[in-house]
């Protein structure tokens, strides 16, 4: 069994309700497979209560590049010795 969560209230052709926005209900492992297959349903594998749940992913700034500042144009470097 998988608990799955829903994002707003609603059923499964397969009889299980979810009564409100973010409840969770269990379901057999294929039923889940096909309710997650569902690209805008709004369905998730909940967290079980000895897993902490899962917080969202924040960029690493040590996995950024680093922002280069424009190049500096260089003149052209004029020489006296050649009057």
């Not at 897993?51 to 680093?66: G, R, S």
Request: charge should be negative; aromatic fraction near 2%; avoid cysteine.
């Amino acid at each position: 069994m998988v608990k799955l969560r829903k994002e707003h209230p609603g059923a499964a052709s397969t009889g299980h309700v979810w009564p409100t926005d973010g409840a969770v209900v269990e379901v057999p492992e294929d039923v889940a497979a096909v309710l997650l297959a569902i690209a805008d349903a709004g369905f998730s594998v909940a967290p079980s209560k000895h897993e902490a749940p899962a917080e969202p992913a924040v960029a690493d700034k040590a996995d950024e590049p680093e922002a280069k500042a424009p190049a500096r144009r260089r003149h052209a470097r004029t020489d006296d010795a050649g009057e």
